[in-house]
């Protein structure tokens, strides 16, 4: 399981992490935000990002979104896990 923030600051760590060419297929990851309301196609999502700047050449990891539901925390996403 992994947190991902976005943003040009982790930008490095994502370009380190495509070149180790690594199977994301057994991780879980979810964004640490997102925009209320703004559906995960949007190209200003923090879904997009996460697509264009780490996922687009790598086998996929489970995504997992932002909680959605004013209200909803990330405990009760992680209990899902």
Known sequence: MLGLATGSTPLLLYRE???LKLDWRQVTTFNLDEYIGL????PQSYHSF???N????QHRAQERPYPRRPGERHSEILREI
């Open 17 to 19: 992490l495509i070149a």
């Open 39 to 42: 559906s995960p196609a949007h």
């Open 50 to 52: 996460m697509r264009e």
């Open 54 to 57: 780490l996922f687009s050449t």
